[in-house]
């Protein structure tokens, strides 16, 4: 793999990670002055214009231009910038030269695909889950294949925070691309104790909570289904870090609004959405659950559904940028989520069965902005959210789960 330069993130002497403005993009060029009322070209077309419910420009994290291009030489396309700022409340230090990340657990440490993809053309990596001491993870069968998905009980095996700091921190350092650690804890301690070793690490863009383990200290139950327990460790961490916050909301829950809105007000600087889903499977020979651990994650295109109404409900009630996971396999899937709210995209299942999947997704949404007359992504986000805010996901309540 071409070595590019060091990423460097810290929160002493080293600037953090703001990735390259325009990373592989030329420059903008001045645009002309648009033709006065009336003049051949004046009118912007009714296929580019703000549909009805879009985010205004004046929403809580910034946009990045018009993303219309008036006045620019069909012969000379204006330069598409797919770049987003994921952490807007810390401008500048997780800036993404284009929103298709990959999500955890799926992409290893970014080595385990080297050969295969351009892993630097990517927006961001996230890496497997991360805790504070190593772990060997459930007992087998830990994957198995289900209709339009799969399940897996991996149960966060990972070599321990240190052993990631040595090992992989000093690879991250000489991408270019960022790479976002996801961390797991059982207790608040755990959390804030893993973030701290990674304060100041070179390579370590920022941080991905998950926020879908067991409280010990609640016994056992997730943070991730509690508003106040998500709150008080999202709290924790941010009080611990100047790194991006990224917190990782679960759809196993009766409403997810409150939790996003207490996250967001707890100090994160984005929400990613969705973590898989709780399910199991039985094994037919022999009539008891297939999984070593009974329970495991489901994920794939089975739960798009899903994550899209997630994500289009939490749009309605937050103002920090969200990423979105779930079932994302193709461009339509990824226009369909920016559609409902999302910023940015992380692509997990789709990449065991074709890990060129998110580069196809980058390629695909760079062109379909061209074809709309667009020079960012940015106009298509949240074209699907109604103009009434915190409009339930139906009219009637026998949708709602």
């Not at 030489?73 to 330069?79: D, K, V």
């Not at 009980?153 to 700091?165: C, F, R, T, Y």
């Not at 559904?305 to 994302?328: C, H, K, N, S, T």
């Amino acid at each position: 793999m071409k070595r590019k330069r060091s990423v460097v993130t810290s929160s002493g002497g080293a600037a953090p990670y703001a990735g390259p403005p325009r990373l592989g993009l030329r420059p903008p060029r001045p645009r002309p002055v648009p033709p006065g009322p009336g003049a051949r070209g004046s009118d912007v077309p009714k296929s580019v214009a703000s549909p009805p419910g879009a985010r205004s420009s004046s929403a809580a994290w910034p946009r990045h231009g018009t993303g219309l291009a008036p006045g620019v030489s069909p012969l000379e396309p204006a330069p598409i910038d797919l770049s987003v700022d994921l952490a807007p409340r810390r401008p500048g230090t997780l800036v993404l030269q284009n929103p298709v990340m990959v999500a955890s657990g799926t992409f290893g440490y970014g080595i385990e695909y080297g050969e295969v993809v351009d892993v630097e053309r990517l927006g961001a990596i996230c890496c497997k889950g991360t805790t504070l001491k190593p772990r060997l993870g459930n007992e087998p069968p830990r994957v198995t294949e289900t209709p339009g998905g799969m399940l897996n009980s991996i149960g966060l095996q990972n070599p321990g925070v240190e052993a990631v700091i040595e090992r992989y921190a000093p690879l991250w350092a000489s991408w270019q691309v960022p790479v976002i650690v996801n961390v797991a804890g059982e207790s608040i301690e755990d959390y804030v104790s893993v973030v701290e070793r990674l304060e100041g690490v070179s390579g370590v863009a920022g941080i991905e909570l998950n926020i879908s383990c067991p409280n010990v200290g609640r016994g056992g139950l997730q943070f991730a289904v509690d508003r106040d327990a998500a709150a008080a460790v999202t709290s924790a961490v941010r009080r611990a870090t100047e790194l991006p916050l990224i917190v990782k909301l679960s759809p196993n829950v009766t409403d997810v609004r409150p939790i996003a809105r207490a996250i967001q007000d707890a100090g994160a600087d984005a929400i990613s959405a969705i973590n898989t889903l709780s399910g199991m499977a039985i094994d037919r020979r022999s009539g008891k659950p297939l999984l070593g651990n009974v329970y495991g994650g489901l994920s794939g295109p089975a739960i798009r559904p899903v994550g899209l109404r997630i994500v289009f409900e939490v749009a309605q009630v937050v103002d920090i940028p969200i990423i979105a996971i779930g079932g994302i396999a193709s461009l339509d899937d990824a226009l369909d989520y920016l559609a409902a709210g999302a910023t940015a995209v992380q692509v997990g299942t789709a990449i065991f069965a074709d890990p060129e999947v998110p580069l196809r997704i980058v390629d695909g949404l760079r062109a379909s902005c061209a074809e709309r007359g667009l020079t960012s992504h940015l106009p298509l986000v949240g074209t699907a959210l109604p103009a009434r805010p915190n409009r339930p996901s139906a009219k009637g309540v026998e949708y709602r789960p």
